[in-house]
């Protein structure tokens, strides 16, 4: 029905950027807020940043005035520009999306399956 899917991870030295993406597709009737997760290797899935449709913003700490989210409403498509990357945001990062397929049925819950984040020299 709805898939999430991500695009634009890889591996960057400390101090550079990434820019991911993600596209929602499928049936969709509308998209409410679409966020990123990121979760490293040992540790919980942690909240990144999020975007309501209507532009409200939410950053987590560590991302504050380095990651920058964004929304293309016509294109169903999430942004985060990722600055000053450092290596402990070496995560794999996922696309999350509250969504409704249909005007008939509530909004559901969607998760990406992750692209992965290598901060390195």
């Known amino acids: 029905q709805v898939q999430l899917v991500e695009s634009g991870g890889g591996l960057v030295q400390p101090g550079g950027s990434l820019r991911l993406a993600c596209a929602a597709s499928?049936?969709?009737?509308?998209?409410?807020?679409m966020g990123w997760y990121r979760q490293a290797p040992g540790k919980e899935r942690e909240l990144v940043a999020t975007?309501?449709?209507?532009?409200?913003?939410n950053y987590a700490d560590p991302v504050k005035g380095r990651f920058t989210i964004s929304r293309d409403n016509a294109k169903n498509t999430v942004y985060l520009q990722m600055n000053s990357l450092k290596p402990e945001d070496t995560a794999v990062y996922y696309c999350n999306g509250f969504i409704r397929y249909s005007v008939l049925v509530p909004v559901n819950e969607y998760w990406g399956k992750g692209t992965p984040v290598t901060i390195s020299s």
């Open positions: 975007i309501t449709s209507g532009g409200r913003i």
């Open positions: 499928g049936m969709i009737f509308s998209i409410n807020s």
